[in-house]
């Protein structure tokens, strides 16, 4: 996408989660960046409620994953923020979890340098004076495919 998307407040937020759900398939990891309250994580709450999940999306900042099985789907919403020892990386399993069967939605990703797979689509929120400004961008053939279906 070229152009930068403006997102006046969270329920446009949670639409273009929604929107987004629809061009996503299996082996992807997408990065979410922006400070803290920038609204990655409602994003991924609107990408949740579009691929149909019904239940409650908390931020995983205290466990670093929280998982979703939807339908065939695993959606792995990970929060490097807290995230420091690669130790812990190795122990949890994490490398793991992106695989072919997965959607990784990843916040902090910075945090995790060297560690995470080349991000097929790379989520820039940024913070204006007034709501968000949106930039997305393809980093493989894989996520340049998703985008085609915008
Ligand atoms: P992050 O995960 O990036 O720390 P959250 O999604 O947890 O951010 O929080 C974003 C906060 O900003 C929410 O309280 C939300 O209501 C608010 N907000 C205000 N405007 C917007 C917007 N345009 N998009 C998303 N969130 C917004
Ligand atoms: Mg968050």
Redesign the pocket.
């Known amino acids: 996408m070229d152009r930068p998307l403006n997102?006046?407040?969270?329920a446009?937020?949670l639409a273009f989660g929604s929107k987004l759900a629809a061009t996503l398939c299996p082996n992807l990891t997408i990065y979410l960046i922006?400070?803290?309250?920038?609204?990655?994580?409602?994003?991924v709450r609107g990408i949740l409620h579009g691929l149909g999940y019904k239940g409650v999306v908390k931020?995983p900042t205290y466990n670093l994953v929280e998982i979703y099985k939807i339908s065939r789907l695993y959606l792995y919403h990970f929060d490097f923020y807290r995230f420091n020892d690669p130790i812990e990386w190795e122990e949890a399993g994490f490398r793991d979890y992106f695989n072919c069967d997965s959607v990784c939605l990843v916040?902090w990703p910075e945090k995790a340098n060297g560690l995470l797979p080349t991000a097929d689509l790379q989520i820039t929120?940024d913070i204006p004076e007034s709501?968000?400004e949106i930039n997305v961008h393809a980093g493989t053939e894989a996520g340049k495919k998703c985008l085609t279906h915008w």
């Not at 997102?7 to 969270?10: D, F, K, S």
């Not at 922006?34 to 994580?41: C, F, H, V």
């Open positions: 997102i006046a407040n969270e446009e937020m922006g400070d803290l309250g920038s609204g990655k994580t409602t994003l931020s916040e929120i709501g968000r």
